[in-house]
């Protein structure tokens, strides 16, 4: 397609520019991330009157059983959008961890199941591509704590696109198998995500390729605004009281709340307070330690911590995250790694889910929100679990047991069914003195 023909095919959707968030310049919908003027992130806008006019409640059950059934709502000209079933991952209703918690409505949105590689990650990159697919692209790249590397490539490989990725060399196995089985150029990067990420800013501007979280970032972040969507229309066409979330770049924690306005705006659903709380872990916790301090500046840090697909020492949308959480009365948390590992198996123990170190993160958090009195136990809360414990199962070795080895005889396992009993008592009765 050229990009007349895409300009032209524009006109006819609902998106209309990209903004700047600082300054309010307007640019053409190409592939531009930053404001020429004050450097500040571009964001894509619609007509939310003319939404109005042509979206309800009925056409959009009417859509596909993925996220395009929000298509009027994401930037995509065109009919020739990628759809791999991502999206309409469940809502459940969550009752055994929130009477473990001590709540009575909670929810959990599962993304660990999103298709096509488990994580939300296939959300926006769906969105991204099909508009790079659109802008003539052929190349497609992005830098990744591995999730987003796992979406790139399999979609990319569905589409027929070239794909080169780059990760941090120390990601954890599943993740850079979950890469490569799609085929695609890896680099390991002997670095951290931040020097992944400037890597590829230097690649970006010699190659003229398509990176979903670079040049095609205004694009590529609309894609989370579906996670909003989706639980809108989950709970009958109404809003929750709050949600937990877990913060990486910020972006997906401010889409959401972006997702709620829209549909407000467009009188899908009742105008009503949202509280947004946002989770990291001590690791990498630059926007908790902001929020904690009263500051609206990130000061950088060093990630350590098992939670490696939210460590993002100097996230790009760290301040949006901070005004969305203090605007809307929620709060910006951070746990430890242990606690992390606990949240892991609370969620499995709980409610059958195996989240991966971002999902045990938003457990956490939660957890220690409703001990500290800040989630209200009568209000209906929703956590976001964004990937699948099958990409991270080294943060959890060495803390669920082992097998209990016994011969192919009765006896055998009556014997060791009896040290079961034992230790399980021994781990959960008090002992009396």
């Not at 929810?107 to 488990?118: G, H, Q």
């Not at 009742?270 to 990291?280: L, T, Y």
């Not at 606990?342 to 991966?356: N, P, R, V, Y």
């Not at 971002?358 to 990937?387: F, M, N, Q, R, S």
Request: hydrophobic share 40%.
């Amino acid at each position: 397609m050229t990009l007349a023909t895409q300009t032209l095919n524009s006109t006819s959707a609902a998106f209309k520019a990209l903004v700047c968030k600082e300054c309010g310049a307007e640019y053409p919908l190409e592939a531009i991330h930053v404001c020429e003027l004050c450097f500040g992130p571009l964001e894509v806008t619609y007509d939310y009157e003319k939404l109005k006019q042509t979206v309800t409640r009925t056409t959009i059950e009417a859509g596909p059983h993925s996220i395009w059934r929000y298509r009027p709502f994401l930037p995509v000209a065109t009919d020739n959008f990628i759809d791999v079933g991502t999206g309409l991952t469940p809502l459940i209703k969550s009752n055994r961890l929130a009477r473990r918690l001590g709540i009575k409505n909670l929810y959990i949105k599962n993304d660990a199941v999103n298709m096509p590689t488990l994580s939300f990650k296939d959300r926006v990159v769906s969105v991204a591509l099909s508009r790079a697919r659109e802008l003539g692209f052929t190349t497609i790249s992005c830098a990744s704590t591995g999730n987003l590397a796992n979406s790139t490539a399999a979609i990319a490989a569905r589409a027929g696109l070239d794909c080169c990725v780059f990760i941090p060399a120390d990601l954890e196995a599943g993740k850079v198998l979950g890469t490569l089985i799609y085929g695609p150029t890896v680099m390991a990067v002997q670095g951290n995500y931040d020097q992944v990420n400037r890597l590829c800013c230097e690649v970006a501007n010699t190659y003229k390729w398509g990176f979903v979280n670079i040049n095609l970032r205004p694009y590529y972040s609309e894609g989370s605004k579906t996670l909003g969507y989706e639980v809108a229309e989950q709970l009958g066409w109404q809003l929750p009281d709050h949600i937990v979330a877990p913060l990486a770049s910020g972006s997906l924690f401010t889409k959401i709340y972006k997702g709620f306005q829209e549909f407000i705006k467009v009188g899908l659903v009742e105008n009503k307070a949202v509280r947004f709380s946002g989770a990291q872990a001590d690791g990498c916790s630059p926007i908790a330690k902001a929020f904690r301090e009263g500051r609206d500046f990130i000061q950088p840090v060093k990630p350590n911590t098992i939670a490696k697909s939210i460590a993002i020492g100097n996230p790009a949308d760290a301040i949006y995250a901070l005004e969305t959480a203090r605007k809307t009365g929620g709060n910006i948390e951070s746990v430890s790694d242990a606690e992390i590992i606990d949240g892991i198996k609370l969620l499995a123990e709980t409610e059958g889910i195996f989240t991966e170190t971002a999902g045990g993160t938003t457990i956490a958090v939660l957890k220690k929100l409703v001990e500290a009195g800040k989630i209200d136990p009568e209000e209906t809360t929703v956590a976001y679990i964004t990937g699948n414990g099958l990409k991270t199962q080294e943060a959890v070795q060495g803390y669920i047991g082992e097998p209990l080895q016994i011969e192919a005889k009765l006896d055998s396992f009556e014997r060791a069914l009896d040290r079961s009993r034992t230790l399980d008592r021994l781990d959960w009765q008090p002992v009396l003195v």
